[in-house]
């Protein structure tokens, strides 16, 4: 199952720890008894619902845990906020592939796949929480497993935020001495895409922890502040001026839909970027434009950022330029060209002295 489908996030944070629907579900656990809870009503679901009662109150964990006592589903609202049908029996399409054996997970399965809504099984003899949600099945686990799974892929995420350093601040001295090449280039969007997929499994994990997940998210936002903004500069520093379908959003989705194994050959990423790649030219030599610069330019906005780099064209203009040059530019007073040029003279230094003291 994909962690970042959207339907699978919002259900996962629906069961999370700390929420009313966790605590009913953990009610029908700890009372030995089994469950099947469809999340949504609408005419697919009472078309293939016979028999039960509808009752329309308000959910409580309680109620969940009473009505589950009964044979047949409970059904709620797509909220989860109120009971819609208990002792229902539902009589999904039959002919619906599914991989469960027992009835309740069989009919869990076929009842999500043909409604698309989120359906829980809760199984008496295997005492599992199991959600069937965006074709896939996901089991609900205990927190302290989640949890340990979390830190190992925070300490993944850890290393590689450091190695995404060490390549950004490399780039950062060779643009500066406009040394750039193709490779260069690569390992930073190769790196970047490797923190943002680490990024979505650790944001997987948050989300199903609930409320036991919030120092974790409070250290997955601080690794991964900056990362979007990062990718999208380098993108727009790099990519060929010739292709107008080479959109920051395309070579974005692009990168993402990489496999692990083509992730890791830098050719491939220089691909997205439109480069053709073969013998050495991941050695060719080529200059950004300067966009990744001026985005460390404190209060400076986006569209005079676009204004600066559509009139100077290239990184190594903008560093020759001097506050009358930088004048000229429309959207650019007095004021703000001396900040310009101090910022761009103060990064170029600590980045030259970064590099080689």
Same mark, same amino acid.
């Given at each position: *199952? ?28 700890? !009372?030995?008894?089994? @469950? ?33 006592? *009964? ?54 003899? *295997?005492?599992?929480?199991?959600? /069937?949600?965006? =074709?896939?099945?996901? %089991? ?17 995420? #850890?290393? /590689?935020?450091?190695?995404?350093? #060490? ?42 922890? !609930? ?17 979007? &903004? ?5 993108? +727009?520093?790099? %990519? ?16 993402? =839909? ?13 691909? @997205? ?16 434009? =300067? ?5 460390? %330019? ?26 009358? &040059?930088? +004048? ?27 590099? /080689? %003291?």
């Amino acid at each position: *199952m994909q962690s970042d489908d959207p339907l699978f996030l919002a259900t996962l944070a629906a069961v999370a720890p700390g929420t009313e629907l966790r605590d009913g579900l953990e009610r029908i656990l700890r !009372g030995n008894t089994g @469950a099947l809870i469809v999340l949504g009503h609408d005419k697919v679901v009472e078309k293939m619902s016979t028999g039960g009662f509808p009752i329309d109150i308000e959910f409580s964990a309680t109620r969940l845990r009473e009505l589950a006592k *009964m044979d047949g589903a409970v059904v709620l609202d797509r909220d989860g906020t109120r009971i819609i049908k208990a002792a229902t029996q539902l009589l999904p399409d039959a002919t619906i592939e599914t991989s469960e054996s027992g009835t309740r997970h069989r009919t869990a399965e076929r009842v999500a796949k043909q409604t698309g809504l989120p359906v829980i099984s809760v199984s008496q003899s *295997m005492r599992i929480i199991a959600l /069937y949600v965006a =074709g896939g099945r996901h %089991v609900i686990e205990d927190s302290i497993a989640i949890l340990a799974r979390a830190n190992q892929a925070l300490q993944t995420l #850890e290393r /590689y935020k450091a190695r995404l350093d #060490e390549v950004t601040g490399t780039l950062f001295a060779v643009e500066i001495e406009d040394l750039v090449t193709v490779r260069d280039v690569a390992t930073v969007l190769q790196r970047l895409e490797m923190v943002r997929r680490i990024s979505g499994e650790v944001s997987g994990h948050v989300v199903e922890l !609930g409320t036991e997940g919030r120092l974790l998210a409070l250290q997955l936002e601080e690794l991964t502040s900056g990362v979007d &903004d990062a990718l999208s500069a380098t993108i +727009r520093d790099y %990519v060929q001026a010739d292709r107008d379908d080479l959109t920051v959003e395309a070579v974005s989705a692009d990168l993402a =839909g990489l496999t692990a194994t083509e992730i890791i050959d830098l050719g491939t990423c220089a691909r @997205a970027l439109g480069y053709a790649v073969v013998g050495d030219s991941l050695d060719t030599q080529i200059s950004p434009r =300067g966009y990744r610069l001026l985005s460390k %330019v404190p209060r400076l906005p986006g569209v005079v950022v676009d204004r600066l780099v559509d009139h100077f064209g290239s990184l190594q203009n903008l560093l020759g330029a001097n506050v009358d &040059d930088l +004048r000229a530019v429309d959207g650019v007073g007095e004021g703000r060209a001396r900040l310009v040029r101090e910022a761009l003279s103060r990064l170029a230094e600590s980045s030259i002295l970064e590099r /080689y %003291v």
